[in-house]
Each structure stands twice: as C-alpha cells, then as structure tokens.
C-alpha cells in the first residue's frame, strides 16, 4: 500500500455536518461487509476497522479512516448512503452504500446491496448494472463483478476513471442491479463532497 499522506483539510459546513451525523452510526454498521467485500482476510477485517475508526463527514459522504495498531498504515474509505430507495421501500438499518476505496494502488468504486446484499449470492460472477448521473442519458446496461463477499458489485476497473469523472460533475446518481433470477434493485446516492474527498484517498490521482 502506498505510504498515507495527511488528509486535506476538509471545509464542510454546519447544515452538511448535521445531515452526515445522521448517517455515521449507520455507515459504521456496514463498513465490515464493505471490508469483506474487497476480499481482505478475516484478520483485517475484524481489526483494526471494528476498532479505531475516525469519521469526517463530506457533504454526502464519510470520509471512514482507521488506523493499524501495530503497523500504523492507514487505510481510507469515502462512503455515502442512499437519498432514497427506488425500490418502494424504506432505506434498511443496513442500507446499501457507494464506496471509493484504494485497493492494491488504484481507486475502486464498490456498490454494496447492505442488507439486500445476500440476494446475490446465488447468481453468477457477474450481475447486469444500468447506472445514470443526473439528468445525463442512463448508461448501457453492463455486466459487473461481484465482490469477494458477494453482497455487491465493482465498478469495471476500466471505468473507473470515467466514472469518477461523471460523478464529481453530478449531485446524484441512480444505479440498478438485475440479476438473472431475482427482482432488481434500485438505488439513489447524492453525490456532493465527492470532489473534496476524494485527495483524501492515498491511491488518488486527479
């Protein structure tokens, strides 16, 4: 992993405080799956996660940072809740969450189903996605892989960048996941802070 850099001083007003606050407790209950989700051993994701997590709220998102007790490397996740479920449905104690992470040096973007999650374990490798920014055209409809713990979907590592790009010129996004045996699912993410977050993350090059 690269070496951590101090994060930048993240200017983020009362009223974005107040909203993100609301979401922390919640975030904290769904960053081990998102742990998982990238595949790190049990050992990692129990600690130090579960233990030493320090959280700056960014317009929409957390910026969730821990620290290892014993290497001292830092490790940075910048993770937002949905707006809204397109789904008919209140937003579950363990809602689903969009995450950009580093994973071995190189940004990753994650969509966890949170507590929908374990629907995807008996599909294949791969789900269809549709996703659309704003106002902007829906994208085609694609096909993902699933995360290591099967609860969700990576963005292709390819469209990363431009997904990115997409985002940071977006207040929302809406992405649908359809597998081939089970009812899609839809959700609504804001998307401001991302923009500020994002140097906060040691594998990030604008």
């Known amino acids: ?24 407790a919640v975030v904290i209950i769904v960053v081990a799956g ?18 030493r997590i320090q959280q700056i709220p960014v317009g929409a998102f957390v910026l969730m940072t821990s620290r290892d007790p014993i290497t001292g490397v ?3 996740l910048l993770v937002t809740t949905p707006l809204e479920s397109g789904n008919g449905e209140a937003v579950k104690s363990e809602p689903a969450t969009l995450s950009w992470t580093c994973v071995l040096n190189d940004v990753r973007v994650l969509f966890d189903q949170g507590g929908h999650g374990d629907d995807l374990a008996e599909t294949d490798d791969e789900v269809a996605v549709q996703y659309r920014f704003g106002d902007k055209p829906a ?5 993902w892989d699933l995360s290591f713990s099967r609860r969700g979907v990576w963005v292709p590592i390819s469209q990363v960048a431009a997904f990115t790009r997409e985002a940071q010129s977006s207040s929302e996004v809406v992405i649908r996941v359809t597998s081939p045996t089970l009812p899609q699912r839809t959700e609504v993410f804001g998307l401001q802070g991302l923009s500020e977050g994002l140097p906060s993350l040691p594998c990030y090059r604008p």
Not at 139 to 143: D, I
């Open 34 to 51: 998102i742990v998982g989700a990238v595949g790190l051993p049990a050992s990692a994701q129990s600690s130090p996660w579960s233990t």
């Open 139 to 143: 994208s085609p409809r694609q096909q």
């Open 1 to 24: 992993m690269v070496a951590p850099t101090d994060p930048p001083v993240l200017m983020v007003d009362a009223e974005a405080r107040q909203r993100a606050a609301k979401s922390v």
């Open 74 to 76: 830092e490790d940075r």
